[in-house]
């Protein structure tokens, strides 16, 4: 087991570009109760990125800036602006490293004419790349009401679930974890396969498990699914946090879209990577995915940069 060496956040890395999506990024961070008599200043740094090509009009990309250090300044919170020349993602990763950001805050979809923080490349680039979690915001922004945690009982999971149990949420939000099983393999008569031996055709016969061993397998499943979610809401409860399980099956992203969607849910968090990542990728294909096609907010929890070798 991974020990986490998260924390709650503390200096916050907000990228803007003007954007529905910035500003829905802005108001979320608004409603984070992020002053804690008990821990030290929260400091928000509100980061620009101007294309090079774009250096003769950055007093046009400075009024986003502003207008989000403006909104949560009135909310008491530390807030340093910085509007510098580069290319989106590399210029955040640096700046994440550098200032040893533990929370990259970005929206889901940039504006094209600006400073071109898009969807599937810069956002994705910092999901991947960055040195802290990254929370990916998604406009229309009305609040967090319901979050959903999934668990498959990774360390990455137990560090999604660690990181969320210290994370400061509205008082108001309502939290769900989520455990997706396998599908339900399909229950069809044995089935022959064709082989060839020496130039001779031969007919193999593979059996496949009866009803019986299924129901067996289907409830083997459910139990250990269940002991997932028993250890997820034991780390959440050791912060405070009420969670409640819920035990799915089918594809795993698939069904967490769904229900989602379904449960009006305003923001889902993930570790970086699941049990069964593909070795050479930071991100499981259901935070990929999640990242990509999840109509809420996104928090990818991880705690150290993908390694170059």
Request: with cysteine; proline share 6%.
């Amino acid at each position: 087991m991974v020990t986490s060496t998260l924390h709650r956040p503390r200096k916050i890395l907000l990228a803007v570009d003007g954007s529905e999506h910035s500003l829905a990024a802005v108001k979320l961070l608004r409603d984070l109760p992020l002053k804690d008599p008990a821990q030290p200043d929260c400091l928000i740094t509100i980061l620009g990125v101007l294309n090079p090509r774009e250096a003769s009009s950055s007093a046009v990309h400075l009024a986003p800036l502003k207008q989000s250090e403006k909104l949560l300044a009135e909310k008491g919170l530390g807030v340093e602006t910085s509007l510098v020349l580069g290319y989106p993602a590399e210029t955040i990763l640096q700046h994440a490293k550098k200032e040893l950001s533990d929370l990259t805050v970005m929206g889901a979809k940039g504006m094209r004419a600006t400073l071109g923080i898009l969807l599937g490349g810069v956002a994705q680039q910092v999901v991947e790349y960055t040195c802290c979690p990254v929370l990916i915001v998604r406009a229309p922004y009305n609040g967090i009401r319901r979050v959903v945690i999934a668990t498959d009982g990774s360390d990455s999971s137990q560090q999604a679930a660690e990181y969320l149990a210290q994370f400061p949420l509205p008082a108001e939000a309502q939290v769900q974890v989520v455990h997706v099983l396998p599908p339900a393999s399909l229950m069809v008569p044995e089935y022959l396969i064709q082989t060839w031996s020496l130039g001779h055709d031969a007919i193999v016969s593979m059996p496949v498990p009866t009803p019986e061993e299924m129901d067996a397998q289907q409830a083997e499943e459910e139990k250990r699914g269940k002991e997932i979610l028993d250890q997820a809401i034991e780390t959440l409860a050791s912060g405070g946090v009420q969670a409640e399980p819920v035990l799915l099956r089918g594809d795993t992203a698939t069904e967490l879209m769904a229900f989602s969607s379904s449960h009006q849910v305003d923001l889902i968090i993930t570790g970086s990577r699941g049990l069964s990542s593909v070795q050479g990728w930071l991100l499981g294909s259901v935070s990929r995915k999640l990242v990509h096609y999840a109509n809420c907010s996104v928090l990818v929890v991880r705690s150290g940069p993908k390694s170059q070798t």
